[in-house]
């Protein structure tokens, strides 16, 4: 089985991060979302983004042969 590529992963990781960021700053733009959803909305978004960061290191030093 091949091994993920780190660069590759984290690569979807940003894209996905930052397309919800976008898609929710043109929903303020246009008046559809109040500055408060869109900044819980930014919260989770960040959040979530550097727990899967967080989450693959830690996964990855316990997969690292010794």
Excluded: H
């Excluded at 991060?17 to 929710?24: D, E, L, P, R, S």
């Excluded at 819980?40 to 030093?61: T, Y």
């Amino acid at each position: 089985m091949e091994a993920l590529n780190p660069a590759k992963v984290f690569e979807k990781k940003a894209i996905f991060a930052a397309t919800v960021f976008i898609v929710a700053t043109v929903l303020l733009l246009l008046g559809d979302l109040s500055q408060e959803l869109w900044a819980d909305i930014v919260k989770w978004d960040l959040g979530l983004f550097l727990a899967a960061e967080v989450g693959g290191a830690f996964a990855g030093n316990l997969a690292a042969p010794r």
